[in-house]
């Protein structure tokens, strides 16, 4: 039986969700705030990461994958892949100045890897044509 969009739309929030919920918790747990201004940067990058597509890639996550260049496509591909770099170095830059511990760092890369499943299955939902 085929998924409709309004359940595969409510998976994507709730995976989304599920990432910021374990950004927070990576602070709680361990009652240090320093993950925070991960969380906050990544906050920043998640709203960063889509506007590359939405201003240069015509609201379309396509142009990621295809070989298409030019100046403003490449502009995209750059700033998309500096915001997910910027959101994997913080917390590594933070255990390594020793503000955080390895449990929170550990934490973080799973929220972060949740996100990037949660745009992953958008991206693949943007390519069938019923959507």
């Not at 906050?40 to 396509?62: E, N, R």
């Amino acid at each position: 039986m085929a998924m409709t969009i309004g359940g595969f739309l409510a998976g994507l929030a709730f995976m989304f969700s599920a990432s910021i919920l374990l950004q927070i918790l990576a602070c709680a747990i361990y009652s240090n705030w320093w993950p925070m201004l991960s969380g906050s940067c990544a906050s920043l990058m998640y709203v960063m990461v889509p506007m590359p597509c939405l201003f240069f890639g015509g609201g379309s996550t396509q142009f990621l994958t295809s070989r298409d260049g030019g100046g403003w496509i490449d502009a995209a591909k750059f700033l998309t892949g500096a915001s997910a770099v910027g959101s994997m170095a913080i917390p590594i830059i933070l255990r390594h100045a020793g503000l955080i511990g390895t449990g929170a760092l550990f934490i973080e890369f799973t929220s972060f890897f949740i996100f990037i499943c949660t745009v992953l299955c958008f991206h693949r939902a943007t390519l069938d044509d019923e959507w």
